[in-house]
């Protein structure tokens, strides 16, 4: 399924919009461009493609380096281009191209990821970088799935929000960060210009990097959390926002909740189903704690405990595919030497 190119573009791929890129590449690249420092930068989008903004921002970098040397090599990977060119997350039949990088199973898209790390991990890479958009209303923010200092710099370098994971496993950050410090960064909705901008600064900013360093973020320049649950609704319940007939009917504002500490009581919509759980919470450890976050009462959803909620999403096909949002706590930062 993967195309290599060694220092080299394919002719007319910088032209290409998201949706055309399957005009150029017949299907996942993995491109390696040289550089003034050796060890490349791997910088990965369009795993999901109804998510454009970072394959934009690579564009935009690339055309600005267009005939000169790069500060580091490169080596970028791009993803679902059959997705992409329908403007979907992923095509039906096909995997989550961010939920196969355990590379435990025979499909041939766990064959491709295999080769991409076989590859990358010959090519000892300085970091890695997975680009993203999400569906609801987020700040932008950073992931990282190991504490170290590295991790903690290279997220930063994007945001000052940062959240550290280790469920979902199968993710690309995740099986980069036994490479290098690894970091997926979230850059609000599709097509919103800032998202574009902001990554192009993170990677050039990343590009020139001589090294990340390995003392203590400083408590002042990081906001840490940490997920705790993945929330789901359960396969057997219709799902809808505002006025629509179904099982579990969210707030049509639900997203507006996303970063914010709320309290005890707060409803997050309502259901016909009292009889059973509508929404589940599953902890790292594979154990639904729903019943310990959430209470339905005379047919209302609220939360049971004070809880922090991201990616909260108004997409029901998002809902059913992922989930409906991961809840997270607060962590302090390691203190500063």
Known sequence: MLSIYDDQLPEGLLDCPAQRLHEVLPGPALIHLSGRRAAPLFISVLLHGNEPTGWEAVRALLSSHAGGTLPR????FIGNVAAAREGRRHLDGQPD???IWK?????????????????????????????HNNTGRNPHYACINRLDARFQHLATLFSRTVVYFLKPDSVLSMAFAGLCP????????????????????????????????QHSVAAHDIDLFHTVAVVKVP???????GAAESDVVLAGDIDELNFRELPAGTRLGWTSRPDCDALQAWSEDGVDLGTRYFACREGEIRTRTPLMPSMLTLDAQIIREDCLCYLMERLDAPAAP
Do not use: Q, W
């Open 73 to 76: 090599a490169l080596s970028l």
């Open 97 to 99: 191209y961010n939920r």
């Open 103 to 131: 590379v435990n199973g025979a499909r041939a898209e766990h064959a491709m990821v295999r080769e991409v790390l076989e590859v990358m991990r010959a090519r000892a890479p300085f970091a890695s970088i997975d680009i």
């Open 182 to 213: 690894s970091v997926t960064v979230e850059c609000g909705k599709p097509g919103e210009p800032y998202g574009a901008a902001h990554a192009l600064e993170f990677l050039k900013a990343a590009l020139n990097l001589a090294e990340l360093p």
């Open 235 to 241: 396969v057997h319940l219709s799902v809808g926002f």
